[in-house]
């Protein structure tokens, strides 16, 4: 079933950023996205059309501008313009989980006859010392009790009256139909609807929706998933408009120090005052052309989006979710010697499988550890062919224990060398040495997407989401321990999962092979045939990650 979510934003275009950033993360990806803004939003139009460029890369976005003010004409143009089966309602200033597209379309598959899906709202709590409670505990159930569109007002009309369509099982609680935070409705339903746009209020546009839904299908019924699940973003006390950039700083630095702390990391291991002032400049240069007030009011969004920051390290942490199992296999190479070009590109090629190449940029076509490497027209023959480049830092140093400086130098020259000099934008990077820690992978997802680690572990999907995607697991493969790999490769095949082997250089003959092959992990053509062979024996799918990535946006048809 293909997912629209439908997003109205005005006037928050950071915000509106951050969810998208988690929609292009979420499992299954949306089939498109439908931004509504407003035509005349100065000096924000810039800005959103910038953000939804950027975002392109990673999302189908349609972006519909609105010539009123009106939040009932911007859900009709996007319900107009919406191609898939369902439409998810989103505000612009919530998280979404990971799972949350999996978890609405999993009820309509178990329901037959279902018209829509309503998830759960949690609130984060204002003060930052509260937020992990906030998280946990507080809900968003009955929306009518809180002071939403003066909904407060009619709780009892909006219980009795029908609007109020399914008890969920084992409680008092009950769901709304209602259009906004976090709501489904089969597109179907809502083709030749329109939304009255005489009404202001969203109470009344929203209950005249849920009066022609339910006459024009008497049977229609509507469940709550609290398992879809998104996070609404609350300012912590006195950001919303911070007076100058000071204040600003304050702020960002105390979000900062308040998640590290949770996550159990000591700050000192990171300069936080370079991050904060880092942050708050590349904000600045984004909305260099606002004018000073706006400044001053769009830096209070993007710090309460920061609070994102604290949900990242939160995302699998706090809430479980349920993942269908796979049955993958990634083939990486470290270092990028030129074994890898002469060997193991032609015995994939043979089987139609493509690999991961991790390079050291700043050895290119140079030598290490006294082995030749492989220059850059090699590297874009196995581009053309489909495999992917990831980066494995610019001189393979061993990033824990340099500076933070040190560290975002050798993570973002290396990235800045594979696009200028491939023409490629690489997604993923492997750590040296396999030395990572909780700083280093902050400062990795500032420039990619995913981390591939040399922990001894089979990857579940659940892997690929969140903070985990940047410690995937992986096993070193060399010339000794081929039979162990074989079990390994049996159990996925019998249990499911996500393997991603680790390969060095390939070489010839046994001859070849160093007297620490222990620690350098290097195989020969043969061994490293007897293992391919042995995975397309199972018929197990090999992907990179860019395929893995585009190939789990399908939810399996059982």
Known sequence: MKVSIIIPSYSRPHFLQLVLNRLANCYPKPYEVVIVTHQKQEPYKNLY???????????????????????????????????????????????????????????????????????????????????????????????????????????????????????????????????????????????????????????????????????????????????????????????????????????????????????????????????????????????????????HRELGYYLGGSIGLILEFLYYKLIPYDIPKIKVITLTFDDGYRGIYKHAFHVLNEYGYRGVVFIITGLVGDIFEGTELMNISELSKLLSAGWEIGSHTHSHSKLTILNTSAALKELHVSKLWIEKQLGYKPISIAYPYGNFNSRIIYLVSKYYDYGRTTIHNINTLSSWIGNNRLKLHALLVREENVDEIKRVIQKVNAEGGWLILVFHNIVKNSEDLPLDNKSLSWITLERFKELINYIDKFKLQVRTFTEMLNSINSLPNE
């Open 49 to 295: 059309k910038r953000i939804v460029s950027t975002m392109r890369s990673k999302l189908n976005i349609t972006h519909i501008e609105n010539s009123t003010h009106l939040l009932a004409r911007s859900y009709n143009l996007a319900i107009r313009a919406s191609q898939g089966d369902i439409a998810l309602f989103l505000d612009d200033d919530v998280i979404p989980l990971p799972n949350l597209i999996y978890e609405h379309v999993r009820v309509y598959r178990e329901n037959k006859g279902l018209c829509g899906v309503e998830g759960q709202v949690k609130e984060l709590n204002r003060y930052l010392n509260k937020v992990v409670r906030s998280i946990k505990n507080e809900k968003r159930i009955h929306p009518w009790y809180l002071p939403i569109c003066g909904m407060e007002k009619f709780h009892h009309f909006l219980t009795v009256s029908g609007y109020v369509l399914k008890t969920h099982s084992n409680t008092s609680r009950e769901t709304l139909l209602k259009i906004g935070g976090n709501m489904s409705i089969l597109l179907s339903l809502l083709q030749d609807l329109i939304i009255d746009e005489d009404q202001r209020h969203c109470i009344n546009f929203e209950t005249t929706l849920c009066t022609k839904i339910l006459s024009k299908n008497p049977g229609c019924k509507f469940i709550y998933n609290p398992k879809a699940i998104v996070i609404h973003l609350k300012h912590p006390r006195g950001i919303s408009r911070p007076y100058n950039l000071i204040t600003a700083y304050r702020i960002k630095r105390e979000i900062l120090r308040t998640s590290f702390k949770f996550i159990k990391l000591f700050t000192k291991s990171i300069n936080v005052k370079n991050l904060v002032i880092r942050e708050i400049y590349e904000f600045l240069v984004s909305v260099k052309n606002l004018k000073y007030r706006t400044i």
